[in-house]
């Protein structure tokens, strides 16, 4: 409950709803049993007009930036790619429909792996592909 208080304290900061903020921070201290310094102030965020939405140009300002963003996007573009090609495999010798509903498990599986990362460990996620493979008849020679 603390982390769903913590953003929502966020989000009356970025409202200004100090008030309101200074409250719920002093809430969670009395229940971690930590006190608040004297010092200590909230200080609420100003959105000017027009300066708080930010556009895709935003991704290419600064270097590291644009590497991780150009980065990323040749990722997506070769992910695309290969899925296209493995799930349209028109040099297979076998149904185009069986091809098309093995690509779809695929895509079910990893969705299943990915969900698995939001909920365990990212050590327990990531060992699932490095499992034992079990025999596929993709390879098979007929």
Same mark, same amino acid.
């Given at each position: ?9 966020? #989000?009356?900061?970025t ?8 409250k ?17 102030k909230?200080?609420?965020h ?7 939405v930010?556009?895709?140009l ?5 270097p ?11 990722? #997506? ?7 296209y ?21 695929v ?8 969900f ?27």
């Open positions: 409950m603390v982390f769903l208080k913590l953003s929502f304290l966020s #989000w009356l900061l409202h200004g709803h100090v008030e309101e903020a200074n719920i921070l002093h809430d969670i201290a009395d229940y971690n049993g930590k006190p608040i310094p004297s010092a200590f909230l200080i609420p100003h959105h000017e007009s027009g300066k708080g930010l556009g895709l935003e991704l290419f300002k600064t590291n930036l644009r590497k991780k963003t150009l980065i990323v996007y040749y990722m #997506w573009f070769a992910t695309a790619c290969v899925y090609g493995l799930t349209l495999n028109s040099n297979a010798k076998g149904s185009l429909f069986t091809y098309y509903c093995l690509g779809k498990g895509l079910i599986l990893s969705k299943v792996v990915s698995s990362y939001k909920v365990t460990s990212r050590r327990c996620s990531t060992s699932v592909p490095f499992a034992p493979p079990s025999p596929t008849p993709l390879n098979q020679d007929n």
